[in-house]
T-cell receptor
Framework: ETGVTQTPRHLVMGMTNKKSLKCEQHLGHNAMYWYKQSAKKPLELMFVYNFKEQTENNSVPSRFSPECPNSSHLFLHLHTLQPEDSALYLC?????????????FGPGTRLTVL | GQQVMQIPQYQHVQEGEDFTTYCNSSTTLSNIQWYKQRPGGHPVFLIQLVKSGEVKKQKRLTFQFGEAKKNSSLHITATQTTDVGTYFCAGPDNNAGNMLTFGGGTRLMVKP
Protein backbone atom coordinates (compact mmCIF):
# COMPACT_ATOMS: atom_id res chain seq x y z
CA GLU A 1 0.00 0.00 0.00
CA THR A 2 1.37 3.38 -1.00
CA GLY A 3 -1.21 5.53 0.80
CA VAL A 4 -2.87 6.51 -2.49
CA THR A 5 -6.26 4.97 -3.22
CA GLN A 6 -8.30 5.08 -6.41
CA THR A 7 -11.92 4.20 -7.11
CA PRO A 8 -13.34 2.51 -8.98
CA ARG A 9 -10.67 -0.03 -9.88
CA HIS A 10 -12.49 -1.02 -13.06
CA LEU A 11 -14.94 0.97 -15.15
CA VAL A 12 -16.80 0.18 -18.37
CA MET A 13 -18.67 3.02 -19.97
CA GLY A 14 -20.35 3.92 -23.20
CA MET A 15 -19.34 6.89 -25.28
CA THR A 16 -22.33 8.92 -24.12
CA ASN A 17 -21.89 8.25 -20.42
CA LYS A 18 -20.55 10.60 -17.76
CA LYS A 19 -18.43 9.12 -15.00
CA SER A 20 -15.82 10.25 -12.50
CA LEU A 21 -12.62 8.71 -11.21
CA LYS A 22 -11.58 9.43 -7.65
CA CYS A 23 -8.16 9.55 -6.06
CA GLU A 24 -7.37 10.06 -2.39
CA GLN A 25 -4.07 10.31 -0.56
CA HIS A 26 -3.38 10.41 3.15
CA LEU A 27 0.32 11.18 2.94
CA GLY A 28 0.16 14.91 3.52
CA HIS A 29 1.32 15.57 -0.03
CA ASN A 30 0.38 18.75 -1.83
CA ALA A 31 1.06 17.70 -5.40
CA MET A 32 -1.21 15.29 -7.24
CA TYR A 33 -1.09 13.94 -10.77
CA TRP A 34 -3.19 12.11 -13.32
CA TYR A 35 -1.42 9.78 -15.78
CA LYS A 36 -2.77 7.74 -18.63
CA GLN A 37 -1.09 4.42 -19.31
CA SER A 38 -1.71 2.55 -22.53
CA ALA A 39 0.23 0.24 -24.80
CA LYS A 40 1.09 3.16 -27.09
CA LYS A 41 2.33 5.58 -24.41
CA PRO A 42 3.41 3.83 -21.24
CA LEU A 43 3.17 6.77 -18.82
CA GLU A 44 1.55 9.88 -20.23
CA LEU A 45 1.14 12.81 -17.85
CA MET A 46 -2.27 14.44 -18.08
CA PHE A 47 -2.65 16.94 -15.25
CA VAL A 48 -0.67 18.29 -12.31
CA TYR A 49 -2.08 20.01 -9.25
CA ASN A 50 0.01 21.84 -6.69
CA PHE A 51 -1.74 23.04 -3.53
CA LYS A 52 -5.10 22.51 -5.29
CA GLU A 53 -4.08 24.68 -8.25
CA GLN A 54 -3.71 23.16 -11.66
CA THR A 55 -0.20 23.83 -12.85
CA GLU A 56 -0.06 21.59 -15.89
CA ASN A 57 -2.48 20.47 -18.55
CA ASN A 58 -0.59 18.34 -20.98
CA SER A 59 -2.78 19.10 -24.03
CA VAL A 60 -5.52 16.83 -22.77
CA PRO A 61 -8.86 16.85 -24.65
CA SER A 62 -11.69 18.67 -22.91
CA ARG A 63 -13.66 15.45 -22.49
CA PHE A 64 -11.35 14.90 -19.50
CA SER A 65 -12.02 17.41 -16.74
CA PRO A 66 -9.97 17.32 -13.52
CA GLU A 67 -11.05 18.65 -10.16
CA CYS A 68 -9.02 19.07 -7.00
CA PRO A 69 -11.22 20.25 -4.10
CA ASN A 70 -8.44 19.89 -1.55
CA SER A 71 -4.89 18.59 -1.30
CA SER A 72 -6.05 15.07 -0.43
CA HIS A 73 -8.57 14.47 -3.19
CA LEU A 74 -8.39 14.49 -6.95
CA PHE A 75 -11.11 13.68 -9.44
CA LEU A 76 -11.14 13.06 -13.16
CA HIS A 77 -14.54 13.69 -14.73
CA LEU A 78 -15.17 11.85 -17.96
CA HIS A 79 -17.75 12.59 -20.64
CA THR A 80 -18.29 11.60 -24.26
CA LEU A 81 -15.15 9.51 -24.31
CA GLN A 82 -13.85 7.63 -27.31
CA PRO A 83 -12.79 3.97 -27.50
CA GLU A 84 -9.15 5.10 -27.80
CA ASP A 85 -9.46 6.56 -24.31
CA SER A 86 -9.54 3.03 -22.92
CA ALA A 87 -6.48 2.73 -20.69
CA LEU A 88 -5.22 2.49 -17.14
CA TYR A 89 -5.59 5.85 -15.38
CA LEU A 90 -3.10 6.32 -12.59
CA CYS A 91 -3.15 8.90 -9.85
CA UNK A 92 0.06 9.87 -8.05
CA UNK A 93 1.12 12.27 -5.34
CA UNK A 94 4.39 13.74 -4.16
CA UNK A 95 5.62 15.88 -1.27
CA UNK A 96 5.34 19.63 -1.70
CA UNK A 97 7.93 21.92 -3.16
CA UNK A 98 10.71 19.74 -4.49
CA UNK A 99 11.05 18.77 -8.13
CA UNK A 100 13.22 15.88 -7.11
CA UNK A 101 10.87 13.89 -4.96
CA UNK A 102 9.55 10.48 -5.72
CA UNK A 103 5.96 9.96 -6.71
CA UNK A 104 3.58 7.59 -4.99
CA PHE A 105 1.16 5.90 -7.36
CA GLY A 106 -2.30 4.57 -6.68
CA PRO A 107 -3.44 1.20 -8.03
CA GLY A 108 -5.14 2.77 -11.04
CA THR A 109 -8.56 2.59 -12.68
CA ARG A 110 -8.82 0.31 -15.68
CA LEU A 111 -11.19 2.11 -18.04
CA THR A 112 -12.89 0.51 -21.01
CA VAL A 113 -14.91 2.70 -23.38
CA LEU A 114 -17.35 0.84 -25.59
CA GLY B 1 10.99 19.26 -24.92
CA GLN B 2 12.88 16.99 -22.59
CA GLN B 3 12.95 13.36 -23.68
CA VAL B 4 13.88 10.25 -21.73
CA MET B 5 14.55 7.12 -23.73
CA GLN B 6 14.95 3.58 -22.52
CA ILE B 7 16.36 0.51 -24.22
CA PRO B 8 15.57 -2.22 -24.76
CA GLN B 9 11.79 -2.03 -24.90
CA TYR B 10 11.48 -5.75 -24.12
CA GLN B 11 13.86 -8.36 -22.75
CA HIS B 12 13.36 -12.09 -22.33
CA VAL B 13 15.89 -13.84 -20.12
CA GLN B 14 16.30 -17.31 -18.66
CA GLU B 15 16.07 -17.37 -14.90
CA GLY B 16 19.55 -16.92 -13.50
CA GLU B 17 20.77 -14.73 -16.37
CA ASP B 18 21.66 -11.09 -15.87
CA PHE B 19 19.61 -8.18 -17.20
CA THR B 20 20.40 -4.53 -17.91
CA THR B 21 18.20 -1.63 -18.97
CA TYR B 22 19.57 1.70 -20.13
CA CYS B 23 18.10 5.17 -19.77
CA ASN B 24 19.17 8.27 -21.70
CA SER B 25 17.97 11.83 -21.27
CA SER B 26 18.14 14.61 -23.84
CA THR B 27 19.04 17.03 -21.03
CA THR B 28 21.15 16.96 -17.88
CA LEU B 29 19.16 15.70 -14.91
CA SER B 30 19.30 16.82 -11.30
CA ASN B 31 18.46 13.25 -10.35
CA ILE B 32 17.22 10.01 -11.85
CA GLN B 33 14.54 7.79 -10.36
CA TRP B 34 13.69 4.18 -11.08
CA TYR B 35 10.29 2.56 -10.73
CA LYS B 36 9.08 -1.02 -11.13
CA GLN B 37 5.61 -1.98 -12.29
CA ARG B 38 4.57 -5.60 -11.85
CA PRO B 39 2.07 -7.04 -14.36
CA GLY B 40 -1.36 -5.77 -13.40
CA GLY B 41 0.14 -3.40 -10.84
CA HIS B 42 1.19 0.20 -10.59
CA PRO B 43 4.63 1.86 -10.66
CA VAL B 44 6.49 1.57 -7.38
CA PHE B 45 9.51 3.68 -6.54
CA LEU B 46 12.78 1.76 -6.31
CA ILE B 47 15.56 4.31 -5.90
CA GLN B 48 16.81 7.81 -6.61
CA LEU B 49 20.33 8.74 -7.73
CA VAL B 50 21.56 12.29 -7.37
CA LYS B 51 25.32 12.49 -7.72
CA SER B 52 27.34 12.27 -10.90
CA GLY B 53 28.76 8.75 -11.25
CA GLU B 54 26.74 7.47 -8.31
CA VAL B 55 26.26 3.72 -7.90
CA LYS B 56 23.73 2.20 -5.54
CA LYS B 57 22.88 -1.41 -4.84
CA GLN B 58 19.72 -3.09 -3.61
CA LYS B 59 20.45 -6.80 -3.21
CA ARG B 60 20.77 -8.08 -6.79
CA LEU B 61 19.95 -4.68 -8.35
CA THR B 62 22.69 -2.19 -9.21
CA PHE B 63 21.83 1.34 -10.28
CA GLN B 64 24.26 3.77 -11.93
CA PHE B 65 24.03 7.45 -12.76
CA GLY B 66 26.33 8.63 -15.53
CA GLU B 67 29.12 11.12 -15.07
CA ALA B 68 27.34 13.66 -17.27
CA LYS B 69 24.05 13.04 -15.42
CA LYS B 70 22.28 12.30 -18.69
CA ASN B 71 22.17 8.52 -18.56
CA SER B 72 21.55 5.74 -16.11
CA SER B 73 21.38 1.99 -15.98
CA LEU B 74 19.77 -0.72 -13.91
CA HIS B 75 21.48 -4.10 -13.77
CA ILE B 76 19.93 -7.19 -12.22
CA THR B 77 22.22 -10.07 -11.39
CA ALA B 78 20.90 -13.63 -11.60
CA THR B 79 17.30 -12.77 -12.42
CA GLN B 80 14.43 -14.48 -10.64
CA THR B 81 10.80 -14.84 -11.66
CA THR B 82 9.94 -12.21 -9.06
CA ASP B 83 11.88 -9.67 -11.14
CA VAL B 84 9.25 -9.81 -13.88
CA GLY B 85 7.74 -6.42 -14.67
CA THR B 86 8.36 -3.13 -16.42
CA TYR B 87 11.18 -0.91 -15.22
CA PHE B 88 10.84 2.82 -15.75
CA CYS B 89 13.40 5.53 -15.31
CA ALA B 90 12.29 9.12 -14.71
CA GLY B 91 13.92 12.49 -14.38
CA PRO B 92 12.62 15.87 -13.24
CA ASP B 93 11.36 18.09 -16.04
CA ASN B 94 13.76 21.02 -16.26
CA ASN B 95 11.01 23.41 -17.33
CA ALA B 96 8.24 22.47 -14.94
CA GLY B 97 7.99 22.45 -11.17
CA ASN B 98 7.54 18.99 -9.80
CA MET B 99 6.92 16.99 -12.93
CA LEU B 100 8.77 13.85 -13.87
CA THR B 101 9.50 12.78 -17.42
CA PHE B 102 9.27 9.02 -17.64
CA GLY B 103 11.08 6.78 -20.07
CA GLY B 104 9.09 4.30 -22.13
CA GLY B 105 10.05 1.45 -19.83
CA THR B 106 11.73 -1.91 -20.33
CA ARG B 107 9.54 -4.93 -19.92
CA LEU B 108 11.41 -7.86 -18.40
CA MET B 109 10.17 -11.40 -18.84
CA VAL B 110 11.92 -14.26 -17.03
CA LYS B 111 11.60 -17.87 -18.10
CA PRO B 112 11.75 -20.31 -15.18
Amino acid sequence: ETGVTQTPRHLVMGMTNKKSLKCEQHLGHNAMYWYKQSAKKPLELMFVYNFKEQTENNSVPSRFSPECPNSSHLFLHLHTLQPEDSALYLCASSPPGLATDRQFFGPGTRLTVL
Amino acid sequence: GQQVMQIPQYQHVQEGEDFTTYCNSSTTLSNIQWYKQRPGGHPVFLIQLVKSGEVKKQKRLTFQFGEAKKNSSLHITATQTTDVGTYFCAGPDNNAGNMLTFGGGTRLMVKP
